[in-house]
């Protein structure tokens, strides 16, 4: 298995897998979105809400609020399988605002430095003259197969490797490539062919096959490549995109060694 990183920033990775099959493939990506640790606020305690928004629904606002998660902050914190973890606390945050104002997740007060907010900017709830609002919260680890507020990812998937091919015993059809949406194709009448820019952006739609099929000519091919993949993490801020690949593999790399162990001592 081969694996290529063509693109990666704070918040994104992009890369490709080769020669690898469909569930392993898979497997990653179910890893990275249900099995790796995360911070959210899990129990809210409304001392005063004088505001139109119901507590349950700025509970679970608060409870969205993408938190700092890296591996730092996590360190030392109880995970939900350790015996202690439904009687330690968590991190605990404080909102005390008053109105008229809206009152952004930077107004959230945590007891510890490390674990805040990811973005300053995202609105809670609007206050209006003389409302006041007094919230205390916790904030624990948990995994994204218990509520989407512990999912690391936003968008976490992957496709096979696009392939495209010519039928070379039939005329170019030129008008073909103008029916890519995504532009990866482009038209050269002066050296008589199609190029291919960017196969990579293909999403295999398929709307030059059926471009040249109305013209009657059958010209273009799109298929992919059985055992390659392009994949794609992008997180809500909270670690970085790569962390939560590596820890992805390692939570695979347990449920192995589990299964490994069963199997080796028979049950």
């Known amino acids: 298995m081969e694996i290529e990183v063509k693109s990666q920033t704070d918040d994104e990775i992009v890369f490709i897998i080769r020669d690898a099959e469909v569930p392993f493939v898979n497997a990653i990506r179910r890893a990275a979105m249900v099995d790796v640790p995360k911070i959210a606020i899990e129990n809210v305690n409304m001392l005063r809400n004088d505001s139109a928004m119901f507590n349950e629904v700025l509970a679970h606002r608060l409870g969205l609020t993408p938190l700092v998660s890296d591996m730092d902050a996590i360190e030392g914190m109880p995970l939900p399988e350790d015996e202690d973890y439904e009687t330690s606390q968590g991190v605990m945050f404080s909102l005390v605002e008053e109105g008229p104002k809206t009152v952004y997740s930077k107004d959230l007060i945590s007891s510890d430095s490390k674990i805040k907010p990811v973005y ?148």
Not at 206 to 224: D, E, P, W
């Open 120 to 267: 300053d900017t995202i609105p809670l709830v609007k206050l209006k003259e003389g409302e006041s609002l007094n919230i205390e919260a916790e904030a624990k680890v948990g995994y994204g197969k218990e509520h989407a507020k512990w999912m690391p990812t936003t968008v976490c998937t992957y496709k096979q490797y696009p392939k495209i091919t010519f039928n070379e015993d039939v005329d170019i059809d030129y008008d073909c490539a103008n029916a890519c949406p995504r532009g990866v194709l482009k038209s050269d009448r002066r050296s008589k062919e199609i190029k291919i820019l960017d196969i990579e952006n293909c999403s295999m739609c398929k709307s030059c096959v059926r471009a040249s099929q109305q013209n009657g000519l059958n010209y273009i091919n799109v298929g992919y490549h059985d055992n390659d993949f392009i994949f794609r993490i992008e997180t809500d801020g909270s670690m970085p995109p790569k962390e939560v690949l590596l820890q992805a593999c390692d939570k695979l790399g347990e449920k192995a060694e589990k299964f490994i162990s069963f199997a080796e001592n028979g049950g």
